[in-house]
């Protein structure tokens, strides 16, 4: 089976760092996503982890420990934009297939 | 560069009417998928195209949805007939068509069947 695991809310302060934690579980695995999504809008690409270890893009890291099924996305200096849905998706299966989890709701406040 | 189109934005319809959705990808990119994402929900797939003959579709519910994309390019999801829990917003992406590739995605057709 697969399933994909990530808090459903978080509320940080502005100028903060906040992180968002994901575990999932797999067949097969060709990476993971971390994907914003403001209210009303597509989803947008952040992060792309394929191998262990921490990606940095500025105000934005994603790390991958493939070995824990698990996975982070840290933001830092936070701002009121980044309040958004931020999904957690992992590449898998025969067809290669994205599977979202339901996403983490940010509410950054003053 | 444009990004992935789809038409309309918003849709509101009758339980048992039917509905089409329209998209179409970023030039060049072969590969197109329609999500179908409920609110509070993250998308979930419903088929993936590779040109124009279909990867998965495993989740698709066969019985009322269907989708075609000729020519390889732009595509379209139809629902005949709609039922209440169809409620949702339709995603359509894109990706060049190579392993490991990001999707992008359009801005969605919000649907509501009352």
């Known amino acids: 089976g697969q399933n994909i695991d990530q808090p459903t809310e978080m509320t940080a302060t502005e100028g903060a760092i906040v992180q968002i934690n994901c575990t999932y579980q797999t067949s097969g695995f060709n990476g993971l996503f971390w994907y914003q999504q403001h209210a009303g809008e597509a989803p947008t690409f952040l992060s792309y982890n394929v191998l262990d270890g921490l990606e940095e893009k500025g105000r934005f890291s994603s790390f991958l420990s493939r070995s824990k099924g698990y996975s982070y996305l840290l933001l830092k200096e936070l701002q009121m934009k980044d309040s958004a849905s931020y999904l957690c998706?992992?590449?898998?299966?025969?067809?290669?297939?994205?599977?979202f989890g339901t996403g983490t709701l940010l509410a950054v406040q003053p | 560069e444009a990004g992935v189109a789809q038409s309309p934005r918003y849709k509101i319809i009758e339980k048992r009417q039917s509905v089409a959705f329209w998209c179409n990808p970023i030039s060049g990119h072969a590969t197109l998928y329609w999500y179908q994402q409920i609110l509070g929900q993250g998308p979930k797939l419903l088929i993936q195209f590779q040109n124009n003959g279909v990867v998965d579709d495993s989740q698709l519910p066969k019985d009322r949805f269907s989708a075609e994309r000729l020519k390889g390019v732009d595509s379209t999801l139809k629902i005949q007939p709609a039922k209440l829990e169809d409620s949702a917003v339709y995603l359509c992406a894109s990706s060049p068509g190579e392993l490991y590739e990001t999707q992008y995605f359009g801005p969605g057709t919000r649907l509501l069947v009352l």
């Open positions: 998706a992992v590449l898998g299966g025969a067809t290669n297939k994205l599977i």
